[in-house]
């Protein structure tokens, strides 16, 4: 593991440069010299800390020769080497940055100036900044970082308009509280996830993003680690992955049924039925099963310190309790038992033979969709009850 710290040390520097490095011989010396330039023309005590993943490059020499203090980071992947750094770190502050020379180093005065005005996370923010020619491809800077953007926005509220920005300033206390868990990429999104989720103060400030100074291809592997950090904010946000679908499939489900129950319908030339009222049945069963989900991966996230209480689900769950869900369960219950009993009784009108199934099932179709609803609902409050025994108890 990486050389490790107390999180609740004594700060004797106040600010740490951290650069995750994985062979970058070719560009760290000129990243290590730009950051110094940094701290003697800001008149800066600071460090520059190279968090190495296991380079065969001889990187470790460079950084070492030139003053900086290399932190070897045994478990592999970007998240991994940047954590090792920060645990290592002496700073009340640290900007982390790619060691491959598409950042500017020796400019790094506009995050120290925030991070002084007391900003929790400040950012960079690349298309502020400006983007030069080759340095970012065309899927990347038009589709892929855009999207997932917007994407933390509309989950999150967050206010960073760069996602993955990797040139990025934090104080070290508030950034260790938001416990970082992943290894890959993904990290610098989680980092703004989780200073969006616990309300750290978010600034920005425009950065310029140079060609990658390397000559060989890069870490980064897009479409990987473009889904990677597209899955963790899905993860992250029940409402958008689980609960919101749900609800739509339940109210277009629903919508489907009360106005087929009567007969069949009809848009112009088209006309509509048992077939469709079976669909809109089977939407109704499919998301009320997501916004369970919701719930229970909310709770669970809250039981396990992933995710804050959230003072909305609370008062829900002064009024949805146990026995709420029980009576509503049961309630569904038998009405799709009493409609199943009316069914079987039409059926014994003809001796149980043949049926006009365009008759029958516009009554067995909503039956088994109480059932199956109902039973969903006595089971999963029994679910939601032992997963909130923890929470009932520490309350």
């Not at 070897?72 to 700073?91: C, D, E, F, N, T």
């Not at 967050?158 to 890959?184: V, W, Y």
């Not at 980092?191 to 060609?211: D, Q």
């Not at 365009?358 to 199956?372: A, E, G, Y």
């Amino acid at each position: 593991m990486a050389e490790q710290t107390n999180s609740s040390q004594e700060y004797t520097l106040e600010l740490s440069i951290l650069m995750p490095c994985l062979n970058e011989a070719e560009t760290l010396g000129i990243c290590i010299e730009k950051a110094q330039k940094s701290l003697r023309e800001l008149d800066i005590v600071g460090e520059v800390i190279i968090a190495d993943n296991g380079s065969t490059d001889g990187s470790q020499d460079i950084a070492t020769r030139m003053g900086a203090r290399v932190v070897p980071v045994v478990v592999k992947g970007y998240g991994s080497a940047l954590m090792g750094g920060i645990m290592a770190a002496r700073g009340v502050y640290i900007i982390m940055g790619d060691a491959d020379d598409s950042y500017d180093f020796s400019n790094l005065g506009p995050f120290v100036e925030k991070l002084r005005g007391g900003w929790d996370l400040v950012m960079g923010n690349r298309f502020q900044g400006g983007i030069k020619p080759g340095a970012m491809p065309p899927l990347h800077k038009y589709l892929g970082n855009p999207a997932l953007t917007r994407i933390g926005q509309l989950f999150f509220s967050s206010p960073a308009g760069d996602f993955n920005c990797g040139l990025r300033g934090f104080r070290r206390e508030s950034i260790l509280k938001l416990d970082l868990q992943t290894t890959g990429m993904e990290f610098a999104g989680e980092m703004v996830v989780k200073a969006s989720i616990y309300k750290l103060r978010v600034a920005e400030v425009p950065t310029v993003l140079s060609p990658d100074g390397r000559s060989r291809p890069p870490h980064l592997r897009t479409w990987r680690d473009g889904w990677r950090n597209l899955r963790f904010m899905l993860v992250y946000s029940p409402r958008w992955l689980f609960l919101y679908p749900g609800a739509a499939l339940m109210i277009v489900g629903l919508i489907i049924v009360v106005w087929l129950l009567p007969g069949p319908q009809k848009i112009g030339s088209i006309s509509f039925d048992v077939h469709t009222l079976l669909y809109g049945a089977i939407a109704i069963i499919i998301g009320f099963q997501a916004v369970t989900f919701a719930f229970f991966t909310k709770l669970f996230a809250i039981s396990e310190k992933l995710l804050p209480e959230d003072p909305k689900l609370n008062k829900i769950f002064r009024y949805i309790t146990l026995e709420t869900g029980l009576m509503v369960g049961t309630a569904l219950l038998l009405i799709g038992i009493v409609g199943s009993f009316l069914s079987l009784t039409i059926w014994s009108e003809t001796a149980f033979g043949t049926l006009d199934p365009f008759k029958t099932l516009r009554l067995v179709i909503p039956s088994l969709t109480c059932l199956t609803v109902g039973l969903q609902m006595v089971l999963s409050s029994f679910f939601l009850s032992v997963l909130g025994l923890k929470r009932s108890s520490n309350n």
